[in-house]
């Protein structure tokens, strides 16, 4: 597949975060404007898949969309078993790095025209990237748009309960930060809630090497 690099959104294109792909490390966070931090997992966005995103995707089926792939190591992956995938980001930084690893990946937001609308047998929504755009329930009705009727959600979510909106920016923990965005934390139950309203019905959830996601089914 041609890798097209359209003019991204603002949001995860700040030096500190595509530098920190580059690099393959961090330090990197997330910073409220009171301060909160959260660590960014660069170091493990750019290795190959541990045990809990093994989990992940073995209970794929048919082709696979990774929004918000980052450096690529789903898409690359499931490439090396002869899968269909396909990442999504808007930072060419990731995409670049996805299409080295040997994963096909377009630059461009999950709510832009994409392609096998309403077929992709499994949908990924990984490392926190419930968050993306800041509005839950958006993204989730955009997932069902993309997904196949028979077709699958896969989230990973925070462990605790948890259901924020904030305003966020990325932070290199040096003085290096972007500009700000909005962004979501969702615990399970927050997750499930808002799916509902958005045409997903819960199918299952576990919890993997600390990590816990949740199965959303059409």
């Not at 994963?103 to 994409?114: I, K």
């Not at 615990?187 to 990590?211: D, F, K, M, P, V």
């Amino acid at each position: 597949m041609t890798v097209r690099l359209l003019e991204p959104t603002r949001t995860w294109q700040a030096d500190p975060y595509a530098d920190a792909l580059r690099a393959g490390q961090g330090p990197l966070f997330l910073r409220r404007g009171d301060g909160w931090l959260l660590p960014l997992d660069v170091e493990r966005w750019c290795a190959e898949p541990d045990t809990a995103d093994d989990t992940v995707l073995e209970r794929c089926r048919g082709p696979v969309l990774d929004v918000g792939c980052g450096p690529g190591r789903l898409v690359a992956a499931l490439a090396r078993q002869g899968r269909t995938a396909l990442g999504v980001d808007v930072t060419p930084a990731a995409v670049e790095r996805t299409v080295r690893a040997g994963g096909s990946a377009l630059c461009r937001s999950v709510f832009d025209p994409l392609p096998r609308e309403g077929g992709w047998g499994a949908v990924l929504l990984i490392d926190g990237n419930i968050g993306i755009g800041g509005d839950p329930a958006a993204l989730l009705r955009r997932a069902a748009e993309l997904t196949a009727p028979d077709g699958a959600l896969f989230v990973e979510v925070v462990g605790a309960d948890v259901d924020e909106r904030v305003e966020v920016h990325v932070d290199d923990g040096h003085g290096g930060r972007g500009a700000p965005f909005q962004w979501a934390r969702l615990g399970t139950r927050a997750l499930c809630a808002a799916a509902e309203g958005a045409g997903w019905n819960a199918a299952g959830s576990w919890q993997a090497a600390g990590r816990h996601f949740v199965h959303l089914g059409r």
